[in-house]
């Protein structure tokens, strides 16, 4: 779990992701509200990838690198982008994907396991970051 309180500008997470047998995994980005909207999210069921309408079969125990995009403030179109590398393969690019009406700040990002018995994922290189409107990145 991360909290990177941007507010506006652009924010990207890229990481490298390796699933094992049963992982059920949840990805999602949130804002502070009570109860809370959500922003980019995507799940891993069955060595699926699910985002929206559309669905991505993943290898197991292979390091895919996933990289999240979307707008905060008065910079968010109501959708955001990913793009997902499998080794092996071109470059799996979902636009214009929706997101919760009203979501307009990164406050909390999390990797959520769903997975009710044994399963094993590594989560490696993740990076954090925002481009305010002034153009100067923030990160971590």
């Given at each position: 779990m991360f909290a990177p309180r941007h507010r506006e500008g652009l924010s990207q997470c890229s990481f490298d992701l390796r699933i094992g047998p049963?992982?059920?995994?949840?990805?999602?980005?949130r804002d502070n509200a009570s109860p809370y909207?959500?922003?980019?999210?995507?799940?891993?069921?069955?060595?699926v990838l699910r985002v929206a309408d559309k669905t991505l079969p993943l290898p197991?125990?292979?390091?895919?690198?996933?990289?999240?995009?979307?707008?905060?403030?008065?910079?968010?179109?109501?959708?955001w982008d990913m793009t997902v590398q499998v080794p092996g393969?071109?470059?799996?690019?979902?636009?214009a994907?929706?997101?919760?009406?009203?979501?307009?700040?990164?406050?909390?990002?999390?990797?959520?396991?769903n997975a009710e018995g044994p399963a094993v994922f590594h989560l490696d290189n993740v990076n954090i970051h925002n481009r305010p409107p002034d153009g100067k990145t923030n990160g971590f």
């Open positions: 049963g992982v059920e995994l949840q990805q999602e980005w909207l959500t922003g980019p999210s995507f799940v891993i069921s069955g060595g197991q125990d292979q390091w895919i690198h996933f990289e999240i995009k979307a707008g905060l403030g008065e910079q968010s179109a109501g959708t393969e071109p470059a799996h690019r979902f636009t994907l929706p997101h919760q009406a009203g979501w307009k700040s990164l406050d909390w990002l999390g990797f959520i396991s």
